[in-house]
Structure formats: structure tokens, C-alpha cells
């Protein structure tokens, strides 16, 4: 399977602490994103990092991407009950496909 | 306008049924994807539009038949669906970045249309 790796699956913490989820690949990249999805409902794009950059900061997020080990990891920062969705990793290939792989998922859970 | 809009949300039918998903967005973006995702479950990628023509096709059966009639609009159209096919169909935009070159922007999803096959 082409497919991304997140782990943990599931992710239950409280309020105001951090949440940190990682994502695993296994193809060359030439960026990674991170989208949200609450339940049922289309995915938000949150950040994207390209294969070039090491880490990028958008509000309380904050994504790192380390090429050798294919790998990334997002970090949500004081979390609130709204965070409360599924989380997925999407990698953008080298070649010219434009062609996106999601990997498996990581659900947060924020609790008030 | 960011938004990409998805018709019907909801839509039940009988696996004798033809019926069509609608997507559309006015962001000028020239590649348009669907996507078709299982609960608990992340996207599936099915179709790729790039320049209003199909470049990607995930070997998703022929009951599956998309259309882009322009840069607009994408179409999926269904006919003699399996009750496997349920699932929640998302459509999605992005800039397709210089022809030929890699993929590097962002997609833009609609809310979906959940399908359920009786």
C-alpha cells in the first residue's frame, strides 16, 4: 500500500494541553500537508510544508518534516474542544501526477 | 469565493438507479478530483481532472463515470451501484501547479455527498 502511516489512531487529552501526531510515509515527496476533518464533513487544509523546509509554525500548529526518515509530525498547542477532529497526513508526489496519498488517520479528542 | 460546493448532501438509491453527484467552484483552479471515503477511514482518490481533462483514473469501476463539461464543473455520474459503494463522495479543486511539474498546492474540499445504496 502507498499509504501513509499516522499514528496514534486515536487521541483523547484535555483541554489545554498539547496534542502531537505523527505521520509516516513511504515515496520521494515534494510537500506534505496536513488537513482536518470534523466528523462527517469535508477536510480543512491546515498547513503544508515542502520537502525543503524543516518546520513551519501557523498559529498553535506546528509541523516538522524530516525527509530522511519519512517522516512528519503536527503539533496543535493548548487545545480546545473545537480541535476535536480526525486528523490526516496527504503527500504530494515528485512526479507529475497530481495525485494526493491520505494516510490513515489520527482521531482527537479534546475534552472541556 | 474559497469555496467549493458539493449537490446533493445526502442521496439514497437503489442499485437500479442512475443518478449524479454534482461539484463546482469558481476559485480558477484547473484541477478537480473525487474522492470516495469509508467511515473511520481516510480519502480514497478516484478521478483527476487537470485542464478539464481526465488524467488520473484509479481503476474505479465503469458503474463510476465522471464528466468535467468545464472548468467549473465535475460530474459523477452513477449507474448499477453495489451497497459497497456507500460512502461519503468528496469533491476537490487545487491549482495544478506548471504542467508537468510535481503537485504543490493545497486542495480545497466541498462538505461531500453521503450516498447510501439500498
Known amino acids: 500500500s502507498q499509504q501513509g502511516e499516522e499514528d496514534p489512531q486515536a487521541l483523547s487529552i484535555q483541554e489545554g494541553e498539547n496534542a502531537t501526531m505523527n505521520c509516516s510515509y513511504k515515496?520521494?515527496?515534494?510537500?506534505l500537508q496536513w488537513y482536518r476533518q470534523n466528523s462527517g464533513r469535508g477536510l480543512v487544509h491546515l498547513i503544508l510544508i515542502r520537502s525543503n523546509e524543516r518546520e513551519k509554525h501557523s498559529g498553535r500548529l506546528r509541523v516538522t518534516l524530516d525527509t530522511s526518515k519519512k517522516s512528519s509530525s503536527l503539533l496543535i498547542t493548548a487545545s480546545r474542544a473545537a480541535d476535536t477532529a480526525s486528523y490526516f497526513c496527504a503527500t504530494g508526489s515528485t512526479t507529475g501526477t497530481y495525485k494526493y496519498i491520505f494516510g490513515t488517520g489520527t482521531r482527537l479528542k479534546v475534552l472541556a | 469565493d474559497t469555496e467549493v460546493t458539493q449537490t446533493p448532501k445526502h442521496l439514497v438509491m437503489g442499485m437500479t438507479n442512475k443518478k449524479s453527484l454534482k461539484c463546482e467552484q469558481h476559485?480558477?483552479?484547473?484541477?478537480m478530483y473525487w474522492y470516495k471515503q469509508k467511515a473511520k477511514k481516510p480519502p480514497e482518490l478516484m478521478f483527476v481532472y487537470s485542464y478539464e481533462k481526465l488524467s488520473i483514473n484509479e481503476s474505479v469501476p465503469s458503474r463510476f463515470s465522471p464528466e468535467c463539461p468545464n472548468s467549473s464543473l465535475l460530474n459523477l455520474h452513477l449507474h448499477a451501484l453495489q451497497p459497497e459503494d456507500s460512502a461519503l463522495y468528496l469533491c476537490a479543486s487545487s491549482h495544478p501547479g506548471l504542467a508537468g511539474g510535481p503537485v504543490r498546492n493545497e486542495q480545497f474540499f466541498g462538505p461531500g455527498t453521503r450516498l447510501t445504496v439500498l
Open positions: 515515496t520521494s515527496i515534494n510537500n
Open positions: 476559485m480558477g483552479h484547473r484541477a
